[in-house]
C-alpha cells in the first residue's frame, strides 16, 4: 500500500506563487509516476503535470512556462511549483502516483486526499 500526504496549498493574489508537496510512504511498492491532477467546482479532473523516475515531464497546455514538477526519489516526494498563478488555476489538485507492488506484480494508481488552491482576482 502507497500512502500520499499532500501539502502547500493556499490562498493567493493574482500572479502570485504557490509550491505544492506530495509524501509518499508505504512497502511493498516502486513508485514509478507521480502527477498533479486538479479538480475545479463542477468540471472533470484533470491531469496538470507529471514525472517519471528519469525526470521526464508532461505538462497541460494551459501550465506550460507557469508551473514546474520535480520530485526526489530519495524522499519519494514530488513538487509542483506554480508562479503566475491565475483565477482559473483555482481548483483542488490531487497527487497521483503509479505504483508496481511487488507482490502481485502489478501496478495500482494511488491518489492523495488533494489541497485546495485558491487564486484570487
Known amino acids: 500500500q502507497v500512502r500520499l500526504v499532500e501539502s502547500g496549498g493556499g490562498l493567493v493574489q493574482d500572479g502570485g506563487s504557490l509550491r505544492l508537496s506530495c509524501e509518499a510512504s508505504?512497502?511493498?511498492?516502486?513508485?514509478?509516476?507521480m502527477a498533479w491532477y486538479r479538480q475545479a467546482p463542477g468540471k472533470q479532473r484533470e491531469s496538470v503535470a507529471s514525472?517519471?523516475?528519469?525526470?521526464?515531464?508532461t505538462y497541460e497546455d494551459s501550465v506550460k512556462g507557469r508551473f514546474t514538477i520535480s520530485r526526489d526519489n530519495a524522499k519519494n516526494t514530488v513538487y509542483l511549483q506554480m508562479n503566475s498563478l491565475k483565477p482559473e488555476d483555482t481548483a483542488v489538485y490531487y497527487c497521483?502516483?503509479?505504483?508496481?507492488?511487488?507482490?502481485?506484480?502489478?501496478?495500482?494508481?494511488?491518489w492523495g486526499q488533494g489541497t485546495q488552491v485558491t487564486v484570487s482576482s
Open positions: 497521483n502516483a503509479r505504483a508496481f507492488q511487488i507482490v502481485t506484480g502489478r501496478f495500482n494508481d494511488y
Open positions: 508505504g512497502s511493498g511498492a516502486s513508485i514509478g509516476v
Open positions: 514525472i517519471g523516475r528519469g525526470g521526464s515531464t
